[in-house]
Nanobody
Framework: QVQLVESGGGLVQAGGSLRLSCAASGITFSITSMGWYRQAPGKQRELVATITSADSRNYADSVKGRFVISRDNAKIAVYLQMNSLKPEDTADYYC??????????????WGQGTQVTVSS
């Protein structure tokens, strides 16, 4: 059974930093990408950052230059360093792992979410 365990959320003042961690276990197939998404109250879930197995990184425009995604293949973990946080970064942050499967489609797994609150 695949499990994604997130940590590192919390309350921080604007301009501060937080580091989110996500550790995966029970992964059967090869990981194609890992990433972070977020969902603010009343809004749809949106992509924050992803990193592929080839170390290609993709960021939402709103976080470019402030957030850095990284991964540790040995630990099957993905991290999100968030700097210069803004109140609009307040949301629940979700870890995502995409893997191959026995067929043509990809498998997607989600963490339970960790709350990030940025006060002004």
């Amino acid at each position: 059974q695949v499990q994604l365990v997130e940590s590192g959320g919390g309350l921080v003042q604007a301009g501060g930093s937080l580091r989110l961690s996500c550790a995966a276990s029970g992964i059967t197939f090869s990981i194609t990408s890992m990433g972070w998404y977020r969902q603010a109250p009343g809004k749809q879930r949106e992509l924050v950052a992803t990193i592929t197995s080839a170390d290609s990184r993709n960021y939402a425009d709103s976080v470019k230059g402030r957030f850095v995604i990284s991964r540790d293949n040995a630990k099957i973990a993905v991290y999100l360093q968030m700097n210069s946080l803004k109140p609009e970064d307040t949301a629940d942050y979700y870890c995502n792992v995409e893997t191959a499967s026995r067929s043509w489609y990809k498998l997607n797994y989600w963490g339970q979410g960790t709350q990030v609150t940025v006060s002004s």
